[in-house]
């Protein structure tokens, strides 16, 4: 049970934070279009849609949400950590030898 625990988590810890990730690549990357065209609309392409013209407030507005969206999926992240502490270090042990030589740095 320990060891299933343990894959879950961190799975469901890697996904979190990839999504992290995508959020906020779009917020510097569109800041970064945002700031190159200062005086007019520019052109946000979204996944799975035609480019939009969006005004500078709209891209504000919409990467604000963005980074609530982020710390929001932080805060769900954070509380995965109240469920590996349910496990004693003795736990990790007993299986850790059979997750070899996988690591966290491999995942």
Request: proline share 6%.
């Amino acid at each position: 049970h320990d060891e299933h625990l343990f894959i879950i988590v961190h799975q469901t810890f890697e996904l979190w934070f990839k999504q992290i990730l995508f959020e906020l690549d779009w917020v510097r990357d569109t800041m970064i279009s945002l700031i190159r065209t200062p005086n007019g609309p520019i052109a946000v392409p979204f996944v799975g849609q035609d480019p939009k013209t969006l005004e500078a407030h709209q891209i504000l507005r919409l990467s604000a949400f963005r980074i609530k969206r982020a710390d929001k999926i932080m805060r769900t992240a954070i509380v995965g950590f109240e469920a590996i502490e349910t496990m004693e270090p003795i736990d990790f042990l007993e299986f850790r030898n059979f997750l070899s030589p996988a690591s966290g740095f491999q995942s």
